[in-house]
């Protein structure tokens, strides 16, 4: 009978522990892996809604940079690629664009280059065709084109 209920109680204490460890892997307190542009400390809740934030830019779902099962994965070569454009878009905001003099009022003052400005909720951006007519490029080159605002 005393033996029954130890069983009973070890089997317990170790359905209880299963549960904690279970609850701490996935918990927003554990820290990312494999970060390598993105902050080391970046909060569970920021990484959360700059990894949506992806995912809406380029209609993607997780899978397309990630390996599934395995978030800190580099066996996908997507997630490569999406490193080198969040260090591209940093750097056009902090080179560049802040570099810009803006009037007083002027709203594009408080613009950013993100995922967005180029993908527009395509995995690969479209390109714009752009055509100029023969006439168009003549008068360009000899200097006729007046500058619009």
Same mark, same amino acid.
């Given at each position: ?7 009973? /109680?070890? /089997? ?24 390598? /542009? ?5 909060? !569970? ?9 992806? $995912?809406?830019?380029?209609?993607? #779902? ?8 395995? #978030?800190?994965?580099?066996? $996908? ?13 940093? %750097? ?12 007083? $009022? ?6 950013? /280059?993100?995922?967005?400005?180029? !993908? ?16 168009? !490029? ?6 006729? %084109?007046? !500058?619009?605002?």
């Amino acid at each position: 009978m005393i033996n029954n209920q130890r069983n009973k /109680v070890f /089997v317990g204490a170790m359905m209880a522990l299963l549960v904690i460890v279970s609850v701490a892997a996935i918990s927003p307190n554990t820290p990312p892996k494999n970060l390598k /542009v993105l902050p080391k400390d970046i909060s !569970h809740d920021s990484l959360e809604y700059l990894m949506k934030f992806y $995912n809406v830019s380029l209609k993607v #779902k997780c899978g397309y940079c990630h390996v599934k099962g395995s #978030k800190e994965s580099d066996a $996908n070569p997507l997630k490569d690629v999406t490193r080198k454009m969040i260090v591209m878009t940093d %750097e056009m905001n902090s080179k560049y664009l802040k570099t810009i003099t803006h009037q007083p $009022n002027d709203t594009t003052a408080l613009q950013l /280059v993100t995922c967005n400005t180029c !993908h527009r909720g395509e995995a690969k951006p479209k390109v714009p065709a752009i055509t100029i007519s023969k006439e168009e !490029h003549k008068e360009h080159k000899e200097g006729k %084109e007046e !500058h619009k605002d």
